[in-house]
T-cell receptor, first 111, second 115 residues
Framework: TQLLEQSPQFLSIQEGENLTVYCNSS?????LQWYRQEPGEGPVLLVT?????EVKKLKRLTFQFGDARKDSSLHITAAQPGDTGLYLC???????????FGKGTSLLVTP | DAGVIQSPRHEVTEMGQEVTLRCKPI?????LFWYRQTMMRGLELLIY????????DSGMPEDRFSAKMPNASFSTLKIQPSEPRDSAVYFC?????????????FGQGTRLTVV
């Protein structure tokens, strides 16, 4: 059973387009993280959201944590080829420290 | 900072053989995680240690899998005997947990192929 569901699974867009990817769960998380993974590498943390309703911006990336702390979204404005990669959301349940990951959204941005 | 170091990067072995994957976490980190990544199942948590003690091994698929952390700077994941369905990329990650921090730092992974 996948604790975190991510959508879409695959996304192919052209440079300059905007996009949003989603991370949903029926469970409440004390915090939620977004990671980016490039081929042949491990995931690297982009951001952590902790408070329900929280919005964080990282240059052209905007992250939002749902009010009920069960879901999150990542919006990319004016995507660039360098944004290509696998975007993973990960959550820590209210007990413990282990991260549970979604399957990820594989993003391809073409010039 | 060298980051999390995993070895080997690639391993090809025959079905039935024993496989040992190694991990050196970031110095000072108190938690260590082993994950397995496949296209079908994504990134699955196998086991995690806190202060060298296994806390949750419910993700370990079968008795063929075992993990140890004899000290704060080294951990192993062993598969004996290996099977073709064990083929995947295995990641080790470490973290300094506590005070609400959960950021995990990943190694580059070991790509295991069992033929």
């Amino acid at each position: 059973t996948q604790l975190l569901e991510q959508s879409p699974q695959f996304l192919s867009i052209q440079e300059g387009e905007n996009l949003t990817v989603y991370c949903n769960s029926s469970s409440v998380f004390s915090s939620l993280q977004w990671y980016r993974q490039e081929p042949g590498e491990g995931p690297v943390l982009l951001v952590t959201v902790v408070t329900g309703g929280e919005v964080k911006k990282l240059k052209r990336l905007t992250f939002q944590f749902g009010d009920a702390r069960k879901d999150s979204s990542l919006h990319i404005t004016a995507a660039q080829p360098g944004d290509t990669g696998l975007y993973l959301c990960a959550g820590v349940a209210n007990s413990g420290y282990a991260l549970n990951f979604g399957k990820g959204t594989s993003l391809l941005v073409t010039p | 900072d060298a980051g999390v170091i995993q070895s080997p990067r690639h391993e090809v072995t025959e079905m039935g053989q024993e496989v040992t994957l190694r991990c050196k976490p970031i110095s000072g980190h108190n938690s260590l995680f082993w994950y397995r990544q496949t296209m079908m199942r994504g990134l699955e948590l196998l086991i995690y240690f806190n202060n060298n003690v296994p806390i949750d091994d419910s993700g370990m698929p079968e008795d063929r899998f075992s993990a140890k952390m004899p000290n704060a700077s080294f951990s192993t994941l062993k598969i004996q005997p290996s099977e073709p369905r064990d083929s995947a990329v295995y990641f080790c990650a470490s973290s300094l947990t506590g005070g609400g921090n959960t950021e995990a730092f990943f190694g580059q992974g070991t790509r295991l192929t069992v033929v």
